[in-house]
């Protein structure tokens, strides 16, 4: 009896183990699609927020002279300006002087044109190469250009991180605000999360009622209504976008039709500025928003709102006071999804929007097809990415399990 009661606990364990591998086969695809295309790219971005190799692989010499440069209260002595002398003979030799220089260029104000005036100028020897290089030109006198390098010299950095938050760090190691021409990165995404605030609080404004005809009609006539809240889906964001601009426009539509009604003189300026992009934003984003409202609103009994106007309440009261709260789940929850994909948008206010209208997607765009400096995009990535993961912990302490509920 006892062998058979082990046999059978052998059985079963087996058949568990059979059980846990079938589920994990299942579901493995899918978790390492997520690894491949989600949690990968974000790991990539942030490495190369604070990695950084370029200097230094053409400007090896240079590097390891300064990784000995203690006294920043001076530019380093003569061994470092004999060492980037050699890295720029060679890298002149090589055909790679312009990495260097392109990446001096973001720390430094015409740091490009500092290195290449200056490898035109510098001799084949000298004596004392300090006085070459201040010969060639005056600003290798000072610790900030040498601090430059010195950050560029990597392989860790802070440089892209602090420039994301209008920040730099001097030769003293202090962190101070940017040039007052480099300092923008944190009006822009300020702007980012006002922009995709007003588009959220649009979406919910707009998509409660929606939801709420929905959710109050007869089966057949609620699935017709949701083809239509459906169709978007159907249609290109790019071309969506485009019609907006059409029907925006100076001449379009919607100025041709007030016009034609007699309420406005003139055309007013719909495109290319913040009301288009809020218009085109919203239009693209409603149904996001109208489908969670739904789902949580068509889950409402209607007995509530009936037992509340048989004890004398009014319809409005019993609505703000009955129903509204049971729908907070679908308000967040839309508002949330919402929020977060209007965070990164940058086809519409690309097209719809003026040049102060721009998100902080326009210049991670920018910095990764542009000018190709992908540590200044990583940082503006991972600095949005911190900023929503901030914003959802306050959202969720707010609103989440043991937190603060509205209603």
């Given at each position: ?6 046999s ?5 364990a087996?058949?568990e ?6 589920a ?13 295309v ?7 971005m942030?490495?190369?927020s ?13 590097a390891?002279a ?15 300006f004999?060492?980037?002398a ?12 312009a ?10 104000e ?6 290449f005036?200056?490898?035109?100028k ?9 006085d ?7 600003r290798w006198g000072?610790?900030e ?5 010195d950050?560029?010299?990597g ?27 480099r ?15 007003v ?23 609620a ?15 790019l ?12 001449h379009?539509?919607?100025n ?9 003189e ?9 009301t288009g ?9 409603l ?24 004890l ?9 006071r ?5 729908t ?12 977060i ?6 086809i ?11 998100m902080l ?26 900023s ?5 912990a ?14």
């Amino acid at each position: 009896m006892s062998g058979g009661a082990v046999s059978l606990r052998a059985q079963l364990a087996r058949a568990e183990r059979l059980r846990r591998w079938r589920a994990f086969g299942l579901v493995a695809p899918l978790f390492f699609f997520l690894i491949v295309v989600f949690v990968a790219p974000i790991g990539d971005m942030l490495l190369r927020s604070a990695h950084d190799v370029e200097l230094r692989n053409v400007w090896p010499k240079t590097a390891a002279a300064l990784a000995g440069w203690t006294d920043r209260a001076h530019v380093p002595d003569e061994a470092a300006f004999a060492a980037l002398a050699a890295d720029i003979r060679s890298a002149k030799a090589a055909g790679t002087l312009a990495v260097p220089a392109r990446r001096l260029n973001y720390a430094v104000e015409g740091g490009r044109t500092l290195v290449f005036n200056t490898q035109r100028k510098l001799p084949e020897t000298a004596d004392k190469w300090t006085d070459a290089f201040l010969g060639a030109d005056p600003r290798w006198g000072d610790v900030e250009t040498w601090n430059a390098i010195d950050q560029a010299a990597g392989p860790l950095t802070s440089f892209f991180m602090l420039a994301a938050m209008d920040r730099q760090m001097r030769a003293d190691g202090s962190i101070v605000l940017a040039d007052a021409n480099r300092r923008i990165y944190l009006d822009v995404l300020a702007r980012t999360f006002l922009v995709s605030a007003v588009v959220t609080a649009l979406c919910l404004l707009l998509g409660f009622p929606v939801a709420y005809l929905l959710a109050t009609q007869p089966p057949a006539r609620a699935n017709l209504l949701m083809i239509l809240v459906l169709l978007p889906f159907w249609t290109s964001l790019l071309v969506r976008t485009a019609a907006w601009i059409v029907v925006l426009q100076e001449h379009g539509l919607v100025n041709d039709a007030l016009i034609g009604l007699g309420l406005i003189e003139r055309p007013l300026r719909l495109i290319y500025n913040r009301t288009g992009v809020y218009i085109a934003m919203t239009h693209v984003l409603l149904p996001f928003a109208v489908l969670p409202l739904y789902s949580v609103m068509k889950g409402v009994n209607p007995v509530y709102m009936r037992a509340a106007l048989s004890l004398g309440a009014r319809p409005t009261v019993a609505f703000l006071r009955v129903y509204l709260p049971q729908t907070t789940p679908g308000v967040a929850a839309g508002g949330l999804l919402v929020f977060i994909l209007a965070l990164g948008y940058y086809i519409t206010p690309e097209l719809v929007g003026g040049a102060s209208d721009q998100m902080l997607s326009h210049f991670i765009a920018y910095y990764t097809a542009d000018t190709v400096n992908w540590g200044m995009a990583s940082a503006l990535g991972a600095l949005l990415l911190a900023s929503t993961l901030a914003l959802y912990a306050l959202y969720n302490r707010l609103v989440g399990p043991g937190g603060v509920r509205m209603g």
